[in-house]
């Protein structure tokens, strides 16, 4: 193709997000696990407030480049309730004016929930904000490693926020972290969530952190505070054998949903399980724009919005190819993995274990999402055949309903679907992973700063 010719537009995804840090790394929280609190290092004369003229021109760019009909605003941090209201009340009318016809525009909001008071909630209910709010669980669960700078507790602050939330009909997920210290807890934390906190859409975030001072993805090391790979796996089952007797249709949970979505031969819609990576950016305060919120360090800056399109910096070869060695690289024990379809080898960050051959890039969480993915299996090959058959995945439910745990059902129960034979002789099929067709996914909902359906 000539040079004159060349569209960067012609390489661009469908559809790929920005995650904003109008306040960078900032944040009124010193929580103990936060990964993006060291980024502050990175702009040591810093103003870490996003201009207008940075704001407007992202907008403009960023609504350009889209080639979906739906555009989404990820708005994290730090903290981004830090700007204040009038900085989104600009950033709306920005959208406003850049907005192509027929553009269905969707703004999300990561928050710590602190700073949150009827005005917040008003404004996010008239402009129809998705908030996701940080939560890990009950105080003793909570306090443990998120306090404000005096090291402070702030749970009955942020349980305040939800209620506000709620009392404002505004919609919001739950954003959990899963770290060394509540590992153990995942059905007591559940339902809290569901029960205390009323919380109908959650996130369980698994804490992988980097032994090292400068936040950047070097090191083999992870500290204290993060969640091993087993530990993690059993949180999940434990959740999920309450939720499936219980709870499908009515709470979603985001790796639940992820995984039906890849039993029923479609996209799992969550970065962390797609084949590659790459159309999830982060830009902080000033315009730099990098790889990915977990990369944001030198050697992943694609650029300034000032200097580069963000067009160019999301469809260059240096971007493709950092999404594309997440498959590239998968190693080959994975690669030959009964559960490889769906967790494609989890998130490039978490890759720091040999495989048993000793080969490079195991997940460092792979015990866990092996052991989760091999648990849910069966009922996850169910609710992806009753979606085939017309039926909703809830139906389910009676098949597990009274037990205790999922492994406590007899296989020769009926199936759901109404074909008249045993569970596993219907749809628990004995051989490798067969994608399935099906009618419509149940409402997904990823967490704010990644993607609302």
């Known amino acids: 193709m000539p040079a004159s010719s060349f569209n960067p537009q012609d390489l661009l995804p469908r559809a790929f997000q920005v995650m904003v840090k109008p306040r960078g790394s900032i944040c009124n929280l010193d929580c103990q696990y936060c990964y993006y609190l060291k980024k502050e290092k990175l702009y040591p004369d810093g103003s870490f407030r996003m201009s207008e003229a940075v704001l407007e021109e992202f907008t403009r760019q960023y609504i350009e480049a889209q080639q979906a009909p739906e555009v989404t605003f990820a708005?994290?941090?730090?903290?981004?309730?830090?700007?204040?209201?009038?900085?989104?009340?600009?950033?709306?009318?920005?959208?406003?004016?850049?907005?192509?016809?027929?553009?269905?525009?969707?703004?999300?909001?990561?928050?710590?929930?602190t700073l949150l008071d009827d005005d917040w909630a008003q404004f996010f209910r008239d402009h129809h904000f998705?908030?996701?709010?940080?939560?890990?669980?009950?105080?003793?669960?909570?306090?443990?490693?998120?306090?404000?700078?005096?090291?402070?507790?702030?749970?009955?602050?942020?349980?305040?926020?939800?209620?506000?939330?709620?009392?404002?009909?505004?919609?919001?997920?739950?954003?959990?972290?899963?770290?060394?210290?509540?590992?153990?807890?995942?059905?007591?934390?559940?339902?809290?969530?569901?029960?205390?906190?009323?919380?109908?859409?959650?996130?369980?975030?698994?804490?992988?952190?980097?032994?090292n001072e400068t936040g950047f993805?070097?090191?083999?090391n992870v500290t204290r505070r993060s969640v091993s790979g087993p530990k993690y796996g059993q949180f999940l089952i434990d959740v999920f054998d309450e939720w499936v007797r219980q709870d499908i249709g009515r709470v979603y949970v985001q790796i639940f949903d992820a995984s039906l979505a890849a039993w029923a031969g479609q996209h799992p819609g969550l970065c962390v399980f797609e084949e590659t990576c790459g159309q999830s950016l982060a830009m902080e305060f000033n315009g730099d724009v990098y790889s990915c919120d977990h990369f944001v360090e030198p050697g992943y800056l694609l650029g300034h919005l000032s200097e580069k399109p963000l067009?160019?910096?999301?469809?260059?070869?240096?971007?493709?190819?950092?999404?594309?060695?997440?498959?590239?690289?998968?190693?080959?024990?994975?690669?030959?993995?009964?559960?490889?379809?769906?967790?494609?080898?989890g998130c490039p960050k978490d890759r720091l274990q040999k495989t048993p051959e000793g080969e490079p890039g195991l997940n460092y969480l792979c015990a866990?999402?092996?052991?989760?993915?091999?648990?849910?299996?069966?009922?996850?090959?169910?609710m992806a055949a009753l979606l085939r058959a017309g039926h909703t995945p809830a139906e389910v439910m009676r098949i597990y309903?009274?037990?205790?745990?999922?492994?406590?059902?007899?296989?020769?129960?009926?199936?759901?679907?109404?074909?008249?034979?045993?569970?596993?002789q219907c749809h628990h099929a004995t051989?490798?992973?067969?994608?399935?067709?099906?009618?419509?996914?149940?409402p997904v909902r990823m967490g704010s700063g990644k993607k609302r359906h």
């Open 431 to 442: 051989g490798g992973y067969k994608p399935v067709g099906h009618a419509a996914l149940p």
């Open 311 to 345: 067009v160019e910096m999301v469809s260059a070869n240096r971007q493709t190819q950092f999404g594309a060695r997440k498959k590239n690289e998968l190693p080959r024990y994975c690669r030959q993995c009964e559960v490889g379809f769906i967790c494609n080898g």
């Open 368 to 382: 866990g999402y092996r052991a989760f993915f091999n648990y849910v299996d069966r009922p996850m090959r169910q």
């Open 401 to 424: 309903a009274g037990q205790t745990r999922l492994r406590d059902t007899a296989p020769t129960a009926p199936c759901p679907c109404g074909s008249g034979r045993a569970v596993d």
């Open 75 to 113: 708005w994290q941090g730090g903290e981004p309730a830090l700007m204040g209201i009038a900085f989104f009340q600009s950033a709306l009318r920005y959208q406003a004016k850049y907005r192509k016809p027929g553009m269905n525009i969707q703004n999300t909001f990561q928050t710590n929930g």
């Open 130 to 211: 998705l908030v996701g709010i940080s939560l890990d669980g009950p105080q003793a669960h909570h306090d443990v490693f998120r306090q404000d700078k005096g090291g402070a507790s702030v749970y009955q602050r942020v349980l305040g926020a939800v209620e506000l939330l709620k009392k404002f009909k505004v919609d919001f997920n739950t954003l959990t972290c899963v770290h060394a210290a509540n590992a153990d807890h995942g059905l007591e934390i559940y339902r809290f969530l569901r029960d205390e906190a009323g919380s109908r859409y959650m996130q369980f975030i698994p804490i992988v952190e980097r032994d």
């Open 217 to 220: 993805q070097e090191g083999r």
